[in-house]
């Protein structure tokens, strides 16, 4: 459900790049700071799950653990990179709309598709030994 969460979270981004086409700079950081609401309750609720995965066990356990801690916290890494470029966004809207900013926007909303893409194997990993 949270991979679907933060997929989702890229819709709000493609509609803040297509305001800001529009030269709806309003629309378009309302936009950014939805999506920015949604990633950051997704990273919030990961590291709450990662957290109670560590009490479980260990990344020097067993090989799993360890390439499942890695890959968990540089995909949570990925995410948080991502919350500081919207934050920093979220700045440069504020103060009026650009050429740069919007080639920005379009950059930071790619970034956040990679991001939300990755996640799916990151959870395949996570229930591959339930499977």
Not at 67 to 86: K, N, P, R, S
Not at 107 to 118: D, G, K, N, P, Q
């Amino acid at each position: 459900i949270l991979t679907g969460v933060l997929l989702a979270s890229v819709v709000p981004m493609r509609a803040a790049v297509r305001s800001a086409l529009a030269a709806r700079r309003a629309q378009a950081w309302l936009a950014v700071a939805f999506a920015f609401a949604v990633q950051a309750a997704y990273l919030g609720v990961q590291i709450k799950l990662l957290s109670d995965d560590l009490h479980k066990h260990k990344p020097a356990d067993d090989a799993y653990g360890s390439i499942y801690f890695t890959l968990v916290g540089l995909h949570h890494a990925h995410v948080a990179i991502g919350l500081a470029l919207d934050l920093w966004l979220l700045g440069k809207l504020a103060t009026g709309l650009t050429n740069y900013r919007l080639l920005a926007l379009r950059v930071i909303t790619m970034y956040w598709a990679f991001v939300a893409l990755i996640a799916i194997p990151v959870v395949l990993t996570q229930v591959y030994p339930s499977l």
